[in-house]
């Protein structure tokens, strides 16, 4: 069963520090990872995706994949309550290219 | 900015009646999902489709859904005959080949099965 696991959370930081989230997959294989942020009662929100090892950046957001450990990570500079939300990791794992399969996702609050 | 829509926001349904769930993917993309969340839980994938036909479905996609494109804009999810189980957010989301595949999602359908 191929899998992504997230830390549930929740996650708290103050306002103006970095958000640190992160996510694990089981299938050496996988290719491409996205993060999601999902407002209560709301759709996932793309927030960016990443396929190569080390560091993409977009605004406040750097997204990390390392391959070799499994591991994905999302960093958000500079946290606003604004924020809060949950954060899905989801990827296409194996030799999927349309299933998205996603972690349960990690509640973040930014207190002010 | 060209966003996926669903109909309707929120549909209330008797067990055993099937239901429609009806989707306007973004004009300019060839590839639509469907996927579920059960309240409190992940966001399951249930089917994907691309040229008219299903390219991929889970489990969970059993002979109780169906999905068709019935003209040009639409994409739509039948659900036979529903369970109490059923109930669920599902989300419709499309994609562009040449833009990684990102898939956006629609605002979702609240379908409760009483």
């Known amino acids: 069963q191929k899998e992504v696991e997230q830390n549930s959370g929740p996650l708290s930081v103050p306002e103006g520090a970095i958000a640190s989230l992160n996510c694990t997959y089981s299938?050496?294989?996988?290719?491409?990872f996205f993060w999601y942020r999902q407002y209560s009662g709301k759709s996932p929100e793309l927030i960016m995706f990443?396929?190569?090892?080390g560091d993409k950046e977009d605004g406040r957001f750097t997204a990390q994949l390392n391959k070799a450990s499994q591991y994905v990570s999302l960093l958000i500079r500079d946290s606003q309550p604004s924020d809060s939300a949950t954060y899905l990791c989801?990827?296409?794992?194996?030799?999927?290219?349309?299933?998205?399969?996603f972690g349960q996702g990690t509640i973040l609050t930014v207190h002010p | 900015e060209p966003e996926v829509t669903q109909t309707p926001s929120h549909q209330v349904t008797q067990m055993g009646q099937e239901v429609i769930l009806r989707c306007v993917p973004i004009?300019?993309?060839?590839?639509f999902y469907w996927y579920r969340q059960i309240l409190g839980q992940k966001v399951e994938f249930l089917v994907s489709?691309?040229?008219?036909?299903?390219?991929?479905k889970s489990e969970i996609f059993d002979d109780q859904f169906s999905v068709e494109r019935p003209d040009g804009s639409n994409f739509t999810l039948k659900i036979r005959s529903t369970k109490l189980e059923d109930s669920a957010m599902y989300f419709c989301?499309?994609?562009?080949?040449?833009?990684?595949?990102?898939?956006?999602f629609g605002p979702g359908t609240r379908l409760t099965v009483l």
């Open positions: 989301a499309s994609s562009s080949p040449f833009d990684n595949n990102e898939q956006f």
């Open positions: 299938d050496r294989g996988s290719q491409s």
């Open positions: 990443i396929y190569s090892n």
């Open positions: 989801a990827g296409f794992l194996g030799t999927s290219y349309g299933k998205l399969t």
């Open positions: 004009s300019n993309h060839l590839y």
């Open positions: 489709f691309y040229n008219n036909e299903i390219s991929e």
